[in-house]
């Protein structure tokens, strides 16, 4: 498995994000009746280990897997107060942030992101010109020390993931980072598709 990724890939991935993430945009705003901006997505290769060091305490962890078009899965990592924005929104709140946050707002979470993904998969079908389809994600909350530490230990050359960032505003409310990873060989294959889809032109 490759370990890195060339500058046409990584723009590539960049391209992809910048598309399918405005979709989703568009849907979230929807969801929470707020104007919702994502900004272009930074790019990076990081080891697992790295994956959660922009957040303290506990995140939200959500899997998406991708069941038609592609193969393999991603990640998405949400702070824990956006996601209890969020979904307060959801519920005809103001946006609260404080709280612990419960299965309720997990499932609000998961709801938001099926959403969310649903419209980047259409987003993505379109660009490669084939079938593009998700299962429901999985969401769990996670303390971040203790995956750190468990990261740590199985750290090996090999596990690189593709770090997308994306800077999101919700209305007034939240001002925050989302971060989106993935497999580097999740990465190849959709960079293969969306060049040979434009190849095609």
Do not use: W
């Not at 994000?17 to 707020?34: C, E, K, R, V």
């Not at 592609?70 to 209890?84: A, H, M, P, S, Y």
């Not at 007034?172 to 095609?200: G, H, N, T, W």
Request: glycine residues 6%.
């Amino acid at each position: 498995m490759e370990n890195v990724l060339n500058k046409e890939q990584t723009d590539m991935l960049g391209e992809i994000g910048n598309i399918t993430m405005g979709n989703s945009a568009t849907t979230l705003s929807m969801m929470l009746n707020q104007r919702v901006d994502i900004t272009t997505p930074r790019v990076e290769i990081i080891s697992r280990s790295q994956a959660l060091d922009d957040y303290e305490k506990t995140c939200i962890f959500v899997q998406i897997h991708y069941v038609v078009g592609l193969t393999g899965n991603n990640v998405f990592i949400l702070k824990e107060q956006d996601v209890l924005c969020m979904t307060d929104l959801m519920m005809g709140g103001a946006g609260n942030k404080e709280g612990e946050v419960t299965d309720l707002h997990l499932s609000a979470a998961s709801e938001a992101m099926n959403q969310m993904m649903g419209a980047a998969a259409t987003s993505m079908a379109t660009m490669m010109e084939t079938a593009v389809d998700i299962s429901p994600p999985e969401v769990n909350r996670i303390d971040v020390e203790s995956v750190k530490m468990f990261e740590k230990m199985f750290e090996s050359n090999d596990q690189k993931f593709v770090k997308i960032s994306f800077r999101i505003e919700i209305g007034d409310l939240i001002d925050s980072v989302m971060v989106q990873l993935y497999p580097i060989d999740f990465a190849v294959e959709m960079c293969k598709k969306f060049r040979a889809s434009k190849d095609k032109i």
